[in-house]
């Protein structure tokens, strides 16, 4: 190896320049660090309301609701109260052992919010851990109820259930996985139910009742092998908004049923009210194996996940040898001060009616977005509960490839945070805006939209 490759970076930087820094010493997620040779980074200062401000004070709406985790606000005076309370009572204290009165109330609160079906809370930090965690479970349930061949899982055609190695190997996206494919064990890929794939004639139940019959077609040959299919009810969210009809999870949890497969399902992004009902499995009226939360649960302040388990899973590891236990931990499993913002988020859900004003500005939101969806380089607008998408068509292959970063600082320009996935625009925002607010994000995204294809002519 050579002893001391000198770092791209240029290491003149003024001391007082912390974005400059940030590009040397702060290595950026899912990002190429030589393209912010020329797209700058955003330096937030401070965040409030819905709107992130920048260190010369310039204003930016946050319409993906900083990577979808953000569902009140920035500083939410509600949920910073909560936290200060909880950081003079207890920051932290582990939770083998021990417990404290915030964890167990998240747990009974979930709990309650499914009915009680979910009615164990299994504590991480991030989305991608919940999905491990999951899986793990799923495959340890069977071993203890003596099916120890039980160690293959399902996922759905691209579908995304986080980076760390476990849970790429349900992940069908190839920007994340193909450099890491050698270090990854393979999940069956089933077909998607994505209500685009609709054909001539077609509604989005025919496209789920085909996608359907794949899963039938697998578990018929497999299902002694198999643990657990793990789904994005109603929209997978990394894949570019791709959205089913809710009878797909119908059907898959009916499949799940008759062939003996856990369901797991991945609410990460959709869970909180995001599609509409607070979990999004409301929709078909089922509830899975295993439910995932991680996002928005605590309003996008801490990292903090969440899986949920039935009574005859959590029975299948209650024993008195300890190797049947569930044997997974991390250092800051339940920690106090995310489920106390969590806590204050579903005190807000409570409290405020969130549901039927989420409905009511969406659909404000949805004829603000009238002309972009009447426009000719849009195709598929499309809306599940508060996530909104369109799909550009760009013929040019070099302008496609680029269109994303440019349509991100064209939105810059226009006051604006969105990060389209690929040459999918999509709007994820927080539950408070106003009515201006959201006349702002419909007008101001067209306008972004026309700024980066008049780039292309
Ligand atoms: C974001 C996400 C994850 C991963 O969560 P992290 O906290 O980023 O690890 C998993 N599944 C879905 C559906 C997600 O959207």
């Known amino acids: 190896m050579e002893k001391s490759a000198a770092s ?45 401000y920048d260190r010369t004070n310039h204003r930016y709406l946050d319409a993906i609701s900083s990577w979808w985790v953000n569902l009140f606000g920035h500083a939410n005076p ?36 499914t009915g009680n079906t979910l009615g164990h809370a299994f504590f991480a930090s991030d989305g991608a851990s ?11 349930t069977w071993r203890n ?39 990854i064990r393979h999940a069956h890929v089933v077909a998607s139910p994505d209500a685009r794939l609709a054909q001539a004639g ?26 657990a299919l793990i789904v ?29 497969v856990h369901l797991i399902a991945d609410e990460i992004a959709v869970g909180c009210g995001r599609t509409g009902t607070f979990f999004a499995c409301e929709q078909a009226g089922i509830w899975p194996d295993f439910l995932c939360l991680s996002k928005g649960i605590s309003g996008g302040y801490l990292p903090l996940s969440i899986v949920l388990s039935r009574d005859e899973i959590f029975a299948a590891f209650y024993h008195d040898d300890t190797a049947r236990g569930f044997l997974h931990s991390h250092s800051y ?11 204050a988020t579903l005190d807000l859900f409570a409290s405020d009616d969130v549901l039927a004003s989420n409905a009511r500005k969406s659909a404000k939101l949805r004829t603000a977005l009238a002309p972009l969806a009447a426009h000719p380089q849009v195709r598929n607008l499309r809306q599940c509960g508060t996530i909104f998408a369109f799909d550009a068509v760009i013929d040019d292959p070099q302008h496609a490839k680029t ?23 999509y709007l994820m925002p927080p539950y408070i805006l106003d009515d201006e607010e959201l006349a702002l994000l419909a007008s101001r995204a067209h306008e972004s939209f026309e700024a980066t294809l008049a780039e292309a002519r």
Request: charged share 20%; with cysteine; glycine share 6%.
């Open 8 to 52: 791209p970076i240029a290491s003149s930087i003024a001391p007082d320049d912390w974005v400059a820094r940030s590009l040397r010493a702060v290595w950026h997620p899912c990002t190429q660090m030589k393209h912010h040779e020329r797209l700058p980074l955003v330096p937030i200062a401070r965040g409030q309301g819905a709107w992130l």
């Open 78 to 113: 509600r949920i910073n109260a909560a936290l200060k309370d909880q950081l003079d009572t207890l920051e932290h204290a582990m939770l083998a052992g021990c417990t404290h009165e915030p964890a167990v109330e998240l747990a009974e609160r979930l709990g309650a919010l």
């Open 130 to 140: 919940a999905v491990e965690i999951a899986l793990k479970m799923s495959f340890h």
């Open 145 to 183: 109820q003596g099916f120890a061949d039980k160690q293959e899982f399902v996922c759905i055609a691209n579908s995304y259930h986080g980076e760390t190695i476990g849970a790429l190997g349900v992940t069908d996206v190839a920007l994340f996985k193909d450099a890491y494919d050698p270090l």
């Open 202 to 227: 077609e509604t989005a139940a025919d496209v789920a009742r085909r996608a359907l019959d794949h899963v039938r077609s697998l578990f018929e040959a497999r299902a002694a092998k198999i643990a």
């Open 232 to 260: 994005e009810p109603l929209v997978q969210c990394a894949a570019g908004m791709a959205m089913h009809d809710a009878s797909y999870l119908a059907g898959l949890r009916a499949l799940c049923d008759q062939y003996g």
């Open 333 to 343: 499993t339940g920690n106090p001060l995310a489920c106390r913002a969590a806590l």
């Open 403 to 425: 269109f994303s970063r440019r349509f991100f600082a064209n939105a810059l320009q226009r006051e604006l945070l969105l990060r389209p996935i690929s040459t999918t625009v």
